[in-house]
């Protein structure tokens, strides 16, 4: 086993950890698409920069497809939480003047 064999079983472990870790955290509904978004476009970006790969239009389109798709998982799961933290408040309110 030479040592990039061994550096790509290191980050392979890695990257299991860390899933891992991240799904126990969120939703896995969300978190899944989401990472598997990225992960697409790391490599894409990897592939330019590690191998000198061209990247094609399609790839580009591609790409930019899964950015504004991640983008929009994001704003709806910022307004899930802004509604959450509204409700919240909001019964709060409605406790503070119900105890008066």
Same mark, same amino acid.
């Given at each position: 086993?030479? !040592?990039?064999?061994?550096?790509? $079983? #290191?980050?392979? !472990?890695?990257? $299991?950890?860390?899933?891992?870790? %991240?799904v126990v955290i969120f939703d896995l509904s969300y978190i899944f698409p989401l990472c598997t978004g990225v992960v697409? #476009? !790391?490599?894409? &970006? *990897?592939?330019?920069?590690?191998?000198?790969? =061209? %990247?094609?239009?399609?790839?580009?389109?591609? *790409?930019? $497809? %899964? &950015? !504004?798709?991640?983008?929009?998982?994001?704003?709806? $799961?910022? +307004? =899930? +939480?802004?509604?959450?933290? %509204?409700?919240?408040?909001? =019964?709060? #309110?409605?406790?503070?003047?119900?105890?008066?």
């Amino acid at each position: 086993m030479n !040592i990039i064999s061994g550096l790509g $079983f #290191v980050c392979y !472990i890695g990257s $299991f950890l860390l899933f891992t870790r %991240i799904v126990v955290i969120f939703d896995l509904s969300y978190i899944f698409p989401l990472c598997t978004g990225v992960v697409q #476009v !790391i490599t894409l &970006i *990897a592939s330019y920069y590690i191998f000198k790969e =061209k %990247i094609s239009m399609y790839g580009i389109v591609g *790409a930019s $497809f %899964i &950015i !504004i798709g991640v983008i929009i998982m994001n704003l709806k $799961f910022l +307004d =899930k +939480d802004k509604l959450n933290s %509204i409700e919240i408040s909001t =019964k709060t #309110v409605q406790e503070l003047n119900s105890n008066r």
